[in-house]
């Protein structure tokens, strides 16, 4: 059961891209991107193990563009990424990089996150 639900949450991941990089190449490009910047914290399940992990980030950004910093239970560093209407993706630039994709709503942020090759799901709150 665990390698069936592993694999269905990597399907998941794989198809939530291409729709994002379609939905980016589609007529409704001229949607204004929501706005992500500020404060976040993420509550990550873990991959390797049960239970749940905190993360934070603050972003700015700059029209479709985010950049800003990451900080999890083991590593920080610098993150980047970009909006597309109310999709998101963002990736830290840390000793072993995450990788965040989701939907935005209002304050609120989910989908999943991978990291070697493996996905779990997330959700962000805006805290400022």
């Given at each position: ?79 980047q990424g ?25 304050d609120t ?20």
């Amino acid at each position: 059961m665990g390698r069936f639900r592993s694999l269905a949450v990597a399907v998941l991941f794989l198809v939530s891209s291409l729709c994002v990089l379609s939905m980016a190449q589609g007529p409704e490009q001229q949607g204004r991107p929501d706005n992500v910047a500020g404060n976040w914290t993420i509550y990550a399940n873990n991959i390797d193990k049960a239970g749940s992990s905190l993360k934070t980030v603050q972003i700015t950004q700059n029209g479709s563009i985010l950049t800003g910093r990451f900080k999890g239970p083991h590593q920080s560093g610098k993150l980047q990424g970009w909006v597309h209407v109310h999709h998101v993706e963002f990736s830290t630039d840390t000793r072993e990089v995450l990788t965040f994709r989701g939907q935005i709503q209002g304050d609120t942020m989910s989908g999943l996150y991978g990291i070697r090759g493996r996905h779990a799901e997330w959700h962000a709150q805006r805290t400022n």
